[in-house]
């Protein structure tokens, strides 16, 4: 039996019944896929991660990685390249491939949701899978030569890829980084150094890997802004998209990780010596920083749909031994002796437990089914030549992705635990997938920017870059919401409980503004707290907005019984979030608003 329980009927009522995604597929940059055919693809995605994703999980933890260290090569267990063979061989990469390039033409909404699918069935087999997506990220800052050279390959040949940003002495600092590169003279150029923490660094499925790489070019400045892109590929891709001869980046070392077994997280070494690594200026252009957001800002959205698809199928495996497992008596019954035991599922905590997964995975998926939405909506406004609309909801997505990665990660990690916790004992054990689950979601919290980074990022880049407008313009959609409901539409007491949370937000935001003008320390002590209240009145917001649309739809008459329970869920999943999570906010407020700087000025010494 499969540890892996997706949850396709949440997806499609926050794709079809929320968002509404049938009112632009079909159309535009999405005319290749309408929504019945995304329906079909889900479908078949689901029995994709159900059955092949998920049958090569609990051998990818338990069978080592094997590494030639004379080569530098990676040998993956047989079931991850079995699970790999299933993959690529019926053409799934295409589904995240744009038509231009060969690919199924499905929206970003539809991309998300068959990567949570995956995500959630077997997080190291899909990390695999990255080289046809990174091929189309690099297809929008290179050259044609380029797009020839290594971008088509990529996809046809269904290639590896990795980013390569981190070094042993620069890990969250990237401007600190010292890999060189030095120009050859032949539109080539001679990379050197140490990279660590390289997802995939390299893995035996594919012909090649292709290692986006950030290196310092000779005489450029320091930071940030002095590094540039290079495509360093394992194996050198000639003029006409062939493969040459192996080029100098090697495996070094595979970290000994916590979790997530089956990834081989790579130290590469890049030679100048008898076998250089050899790379290509991105684009021919030193703009690397920029180029690699790009991809970063993808992870990151991968790293957030990952842990709560993990959650969603801790929460779901924990709720199904809630039904079956008895366990005691009823507690009003509990000082009878002779009371029947019950499923644990009757008992308070425990149901206390389930709802608490239940609300933050669902709120939080709508996070990541809206963040999908407005992505349809860059390249719709592309389409329809309205830049201005573009680059609003640019801004937007930009707002929400440290919110899906910081937040998304951070509580899915801290509920699985929750979820073990139903599980008794037996949840101790690897008799169930829990402790898989939680050992392979505390990466989330980490790469791709810690939680921290994440805050910091989203008040300082984010909110500042354009003085607030794109937070005001999300805020102002959650206050309309909270005020324009109905006295009879079932939910007042919540969208009063969503309208408290907003000022206690917008009280927060004022309290960082602020510290700006008393001490920076005082706006670092202060942004993660932000991060999670922010996350919590967006996730309350979207809860309570499917809750409307459940509420609506119980409302009418041809309701079938399965429909009235789920919608039924949705109501009571988002009532309960209103009234046992959003309270806490005002509380953090007032925290917030008396910071000091005693933490600070305590000394090194007495922690």
Request: negative net charge.
């Amino acid at each position: 039996m499969t540890h892996y329980k997706s949850n396709l009927r949440d997806m499609f009522f926050n794709l079809f019944e929320v968002n509404r995604v049938q009112d632009h597929l079909g159309t535009g940059p999405y005319e290749q896929m309408d929504a019945d055919s995304a329906k079909d693809v889900l479908r078949e995605v689901d029995r994709l991660a159900r059955e092949d994703f998920a049958a090569s999980f609990v051998a990818g933890d338990r069978t080592p990685l094997q590494l030639d260290a004379e080569n530098g090569e990676v040998t993956l267990p047989k079931e991850i390249n079995e699970t790999l063979d299933a993959f690529f061989d019926n053409d799934w990469h295409l589904l995240y491939v744009p038509p231009h390039l060969g690919g199924y033409g499905a929206s970003p909404s539809i991309t998300w949701s068959a990567s949570e699918l995956l995500l959630g069935a077997n997080a190291s087999a899909m990390l695999y899978t990255a080289g046809p997506f990174f091929a189309t990220i690099l297809d929008s800052v290179c050259n044609d030569e380029q797009r020839t050279r290594f971008v088509e390959p990529m996809i046809e040949h269904k290639w590896g890829a990795t980013m390569v940003l981190t070094e042993p002495e620069a890990g969250s600092d990237v401007g600190a980084g010292r890999a060189k590169a030095v120009d050859n003279g032949d539109g080539t150029w001679t990379i050197t150094g140490n990279k660590r923490f390289i997802t995939s660094g390299d893995f035996d499925w594919p012909d090649n890997v292709i290692h986006l790489v950030l290196a310092r070019p000779e005489g450029a400045g320091p930071g940030t802004k002095g590094l540039s892109l290079y495509v360093v590929p394992k194996y050198w891709v000639n003029e006409d998209g062939s493969l040459g001869e192996r080029n100098g980046v090697w495996v070094r070392a595979i970290e000994d990780k916590m979790g997530i077994k089956a990834s081989a997280t790579a130290e590469l070494y890049f030679s100048d010596t008898d076998v250089p690594a050899r790379g290509i200026l991105v684009g021919e252009v030193h703009d690397g920083i920029a180029q690699m957001f790009r991809v970063i800002e993808y992870a990151r959205m991968l790293v957030g749909t990952k842990a709560i698809s993990t959650l969603s199928t801790g929460y779901l495996n924990a709720l199904e031994y809630a039904k079956e497992r008895v366990q005691g008596p009823d507690l009003k019954k509990a000082m009878d002796k002779t009371a029947p035991r019950v499923e644990i599922m009757r008992h308070p905590d425990v149901r206390r437990n389930l709802m608490m997964q239940k609300a933050h995975v669902e709120g939080m998926r709508a996070l990541v089914m809206y963040t999908g939405w407005v992505q349809d909506q860059i390249a719709m406004a592309r389409h329809n030549g309205d830049d201005e609309a573009a680059e609003g909801w640019e801004q937007m997505n930009d707002l929400l992705l440290p919110m899906v990665k910081g937040y998304g990660s951070e509580k899915s990690y801290e509920l699985l635990a929750v979820a073990l916790q139903v599980f008794g004992g037996s949840g101790f054990t690897r008799d169930v997938p829990l402790e898989q689950y939680i050992r392979d979601a505390k990466i989330d919290t980490l790469y791709e920017g810690t939680t921290g980074i994440q805050g910091m990022d989203l008040f300082f880049r984010k909110i500042g870059k354009d003085q607030g407008a794109t937070l005001t313009r999300l805020l102002t959609e959650v206050q309309n919401f909270a005020k324009d409901g109905k006295p009879d539409d079932g939910l007042q007491a919540e969208r009063q409980r969503l309208a408290t949370a907003l000022e206690d937000v917008q009280g927060m935001l004022g309290s960082l503004v602020q510290f700006l003008g008393e001490d920076l320390y005082k706006v670092g002590l202060s942004t993660t707290p932000f991060l999670m209240s922010l996350s919590e009145v967006v996730v309350g917001w979207l809860s309570l907005r499917g809750a409307d649309v459940a509420l609506t739809q119980l409302n009418s008459e041809d309701v079938s019984d399965a429909d009235r329970d789920f919608y039924t869920g949705k109501v009571a999943a988002a009532r309960w979030f209103a009234h046992n999570v959003l309270p806490q906010l005002s509380s953090r407020r007032e925290i917030m608003a008396a910071t000091s700087m005693e933490v600070m000025e305590v000394a090194d010494a007495a922690f």
